[in-house]
T-cell receptor, first 113, second 114 residues
Framework: DAGVIQSPRHEVTEMGQEVTLRCKPI?????LFWYRQTMMRGLELLIY????????DSGMPEDRFSAKMPNASFSTLKIQPSEPRDSAVYFC???????????FGPGTRLTVL | AQSVAQPEDQVNVAEGNPLTVKCTYS??????LFWYVQYPNRGLQFLLK??????LVKGSYGFEAEFNKSQTSFHLKKPSALVSDSALYFC????????????FGTGTRLQVFP
């Protein structure tokens, strides 16, 4: 199993540009999570999906952030327009059910100049 | 408020000595507790979990953790530390109870010196 796959691994962009982060969960997992990690705020849950349906998006910072899961094998996190304070490592994770551990992807390091 | 606390930002230990990384929780109901490890420039990796049953849980890489309901703690332990154990460790609790959502602690950096 390839594990959770995220792309790109690194993204450098300029303020105001649109950024799209991608995630492929582990096959057969039915929940998918998007996290953001910064030195200042630690690890924050942004949004999670169950069976492709958004369940809790209370962690999404503002309207500039949006996430979709069009099918069981793909999700995107979009930031439009991006700002320097969005610079962070964004992780995607998935799990098979709520009693099981979450499996994390390698992360996308986003730098907004 | 429901939360997880890791009171130590950093723990230093000599190689070969026992290590403990502390975690306390505050959630209503029976907690589901997890420990994860993060190596530099990597995602979090699962170490162990407590769902129910034996209070002493054994996990990956020789780590174990003890669930203590009276002290609301779930400390991570290892009898003999290795330099390669140096990493960032996160405690997490599942909350709300009937969801997939995890609340993570702020992390503890473990430094094992040769």
């Amino acid at each position: 199993d390839a594990g959770v796959i995220q792309s790109p691994r690194h993204e450098v962009t300029e303020m105001g540009q649109e950024v799209t982060l991608r995630c492929k969960p582990i096959s057969g997992h039915n929940s998918l999570f998007w996290y953001r990690q910064t030195m200042m705020r630690g690890l924050e849950l942004l949004i999670y999906f169950n069976n492709n349906v958004p369940i809790d998006d209370s962690g999404m910072p503002e309207d500039r952030f949006s996430a979709k899961m069009p099918n069981a094998s793909f999700s995107t996190l979009k930031i439009q327009p991006s700002e320097p304070r969005d610079s962070a490592v964004y992780f995607c994770a998935s799990n098979a059910n709520k009693n099981n551990e979450q499996f994390f992807g390698p992360g996308t390091r986003l730098t907004v100049l | 408020a429901q939360s997880v606390a890791q009171p130590e930002d950093q723990v230093n230990v000599a190689e070969g000595n026992p290590l403990t990384v502390k975690c306390t929780y505050s959630v209503s109901g029976n907690p589901y507790l997890f420990w994860y490890v993060q190596y530099p420039n990597r995602g979090l990796q699962f170490l162990l979990k407590y769902i129910t049953g034996d209070n002493l849980v054994k996990g990956s890489y020789g780590f174990e953790a003890e669930f203590n309901k009276s002290q609301t703690s779930f400390h991570l332990k290892k009898p003999s530390a290795l330099v390669s154990d140096s990493a960032l460790y996160f405690c997490a609790v599942r909350f709300p109870y009937n969801t997939d959502k995890l609340i993570f602690g702020t992390g503890t950096r473990l430094q094992v010196f040769p």
